[in-house]
């Protein structure tokens, strides 16, 4: 592998360029919004706020989405699930 190659995966790796990406783009065809450009300045925004511990990092899914999805594996209403569920609902 030559140098400059080297340099520049160290770089991605270091700053966690790959995962900031990914889930830009998950923001983006999850939210959909009119003006993308802009949601993703505020998304960047939000996310040098919560590193400076000023606000909150911008999660795809909020609590109502996880209440919901949990909802959905404890269809008895036991308020915890099983190991099987949780590997199932992790898969899909």
């Not at 889930?23 to 919004?33: E, Q, S, T, V």
């Not at 109502?64 to 949780?86: C, E, S, T």
């Amino acid at each position: 592998m030559a140098a400059g190659e080297e340099q520049s995966r160290e770089y991605l790796r270091r700053h966690r360029l790959p995962e900031l990406l990914h889930r830009l783009g998950a923001l983006l065809l999850f939210h959909r919004p009119e003006r993308p450009r802009e949601f993703l300045i505020q998304v960047l925004e939000r996310v040098k706020a919560g590193r400076r511990a000023e606000g909150e990092y911008p999660f795809l899914m909020d609590e109502a989405n996880v209440d919901a999805m949990f909802g959905l594996l404890d269809v008895l209403g036991q308020g915890y699930i099983r190991p099987a569920q949780y590997r199932e609902g992790a898969s899909t």
